[in-house]
């Protein structure tokens, strides 16, 4: 079946360093690949999606693209601040539109 | 403004009791979802239903039950059929239940069984 599987945290960052989560899936067909954060006790937040590979999602900083021939989509931001600690999830989507998730990387940045 | 409201934020339910979690969504969503999350883990897929009257079994369905009488609510009911329901429940609706089509979720419910 369809699966994600996402780097294990926790992960401590300075402020201004460079973040990277590694996600790599099993899917069958061509999936949407989605990350998502969650701040403490909230619900959860789509960051970006790519849908067709090669794509590069981005927002608020972060990238990731969607790489067909390594089954991945590493979440990246150049430069972190504290305001980025939350718990960040890989996703994806395919035929049958549910969405599985990887199971959670928690980063704390530090000023 | 548009959203997904949960309610209520905790709960907190005696064992043999069922308990009723609400979802709401007044973004015009054709497709709703029940997720359950555990400390560390991922989130687990309950019930989804991409249209009203319609809903299907996800992964973990065995202890819950849902309806799906009018589009924007989407009601969940844990029962004490549940064994371990202690958890956080996340509701989510999609425009239409499409791959491409991105899933926003509501705050939550926090379940505690005592």
């Known amino acids: 079946g369809d699966s994600v599987t996402q780097m294990e945290g926790p992960v401590t960052l300075s402020e201004e360093a460079f973040l990277t989560i590694n996600c790599t899936y099993t899917?069958?067909?061509?999936?949407?690949l989605f990350w998502y954060v969650q701040y403490p006790g909230e619900g959860l937040q789509l960051l970006l999606k790519a849908t067709k590979a090669d794509d590069k999602g981005s927002n608020k900083g972060f990238e990731a693209t969607y790489r067909k021939e390594t089954t991945s989509f590493h979440l990246e931001k150049g430069s972190v601040q504290v305001s980025d600690s939350a718990v960040y999830f890989c996703?994806?989507?395919?035929?049958?539109?549910?969405?599985?998730f990887g199971a959670g990387t928690t980063v704390t940045v530090r000023a | 403004d548009g959203g997904i409201t949960q309610s209520p934020k905790y709960l907190f339910r005696k064992e043999g009791q069922n308990v009723t979690l609400s979802c709401e969504q007044n973004?015009?969503?054709?497709?709703m979802y029940w997720y359950r999350q555990d400390p560390g883990q991922g989130l687990r897929l309950i019930y989804y239903s991409q249209i009203v009257n319609d809903f299907q079994k996800g992964d973990i369905a065995e202890g819950y039950s849902v309806s799906r009488e009018k589009k924007e609510s989407f009601p969940l009911t844990v029962t004490s059929a549940q064994k371990n329901p202690t958890a956080f429940y996340l509701c989510a609706s999609s425009l239409l239940a499409g791959s491409t089509d991105t899933q926003y979720f509501g705050p939550g419910t926090r379940l505690t069984v005592l």
């Open positions: 973004l015009n969503h054709d497709a």
């Open positions: 996703a994806l989507s395919a035929n049958d539109y549910k969405l599985s």
């Open positions: 899917a069958t067909g061509y999936p949407s």
